[in-house]
T-cell receptor, first 116, second 111 residues
Framework: GAGVSQSPSNKVTEKGKDVELRCDPI?????LYWYRQSLGQGLEFLIY????????KSGLPSDRFSAERTGGSVSTLTIQRTQQEDSAVYLC??????????????FGEGSRLTVL | KQEVTQIPAALSVPEGENLVLNCSFT??????LQWFRQDPGKGLTSLLL?????REQTSGRLNASLDKSSGRSTLYIAASQPGDSATYLC??????????FGSGTRLLVRP
């Protein structure tokens, strides 16, 4: 696609439910990132995938958070047993192979999660 | 641990003014520095990317500089317009290829 696509754009869920957020990166991009932006807060790194390497999960806030990237393309961020503090905008970004590992990141529009 | 700070947190200027947004980082070992724009309720739009070997980048009315030795970057906006109103974020890429973000500068350009 032309840009990074994220779905759903908005998700309202009840506390304790599981949610899945999807990211479709720019075609051919080898790097994929997930960030979280809470109300009034800065962007918080969650997880980074680069090609076939093991992902950098150092930003995941708890074991309720996990992410997969299938076939080196689409990624799913899963939050289990959601809590109210998980309410935030979850942003996905991808970066192309032509710029080496330190390339320009392109972000999607985000998935806004509200946990009631 | 890399920390990125942006000053000022908010800025209001009349249309037509030239302005400078500041970004500082604690660890000079960055691979690159990227400036983004974020409109309310939207994602981030990449404005400029400066690789660690570069000193500045320009795009239209925007010019970004990077001084690794002092841990500073600036974003210069010439002849500001109301459409420039947004939050501007800078981010440095650390040694693990993660972007570390500042808290942003909220810019309002008054007609």
């Amino acid at each position: 696609g032309a840009g990074v696509s994220q779905s759903p754009s908005n998700k309202v869920t009840e506390k304790g439910k599981d949610v899945e957020l999807r990211c479709d990166p720019i075609s051919g991009h080898t790097a994929l990132y997930w960030y979280r932006q809470s109300l009034g807060q800065g962007l918080e790194f969650l997880i980074y995938f680069q090609g076939n390497s093991a992902p950098d999960k150092s930003g995941l806030p708890s074991d309720r958070f996990s992410a997969e990237r299938t076939g080196g393309s689409v990624s799913t961020l899963t939050i289990q047993r959601t809590q109210q503090e998980d309410s935030a905008v979850y942003l996905c970004a991808s970066s192309g192979p032509g710029q080496g590992l330190a390339g320009e990141l392109f972000f999607g529009e985000g998935s806004r999660l509200t946990v009631l | 641990k890399q920390e990125v700070t942006q000053i000022p947190a908010a800025l209001s200027v009349p249309e037509g003014e030239n302005l400078v947004l500041n970004c500082s980082f604690t660890d000079s070992a960055i691979y690159n520095l990227q400036w983004f724009r974020q409109d309310p309720g939207k994602g981030l739009t990449s404005l400029l990317l400066i690789q660690s070997s570069q000193r500045e980048q320009t795009s239209g009315r925007l010019n970004a500089s990077l001084d690794k030795s002092s841990g500073r970057s600036t974003l210069y906006i010439a002849a500001s317009q109301p459409g420039d109103s947004a939050t501007y974020l800078c981010a440095g890429m650390d040694s693990s290829y993660k972007l570390i973000f500042g808290s942003g500068t909220r810019l309002l350009v008054r007609p």
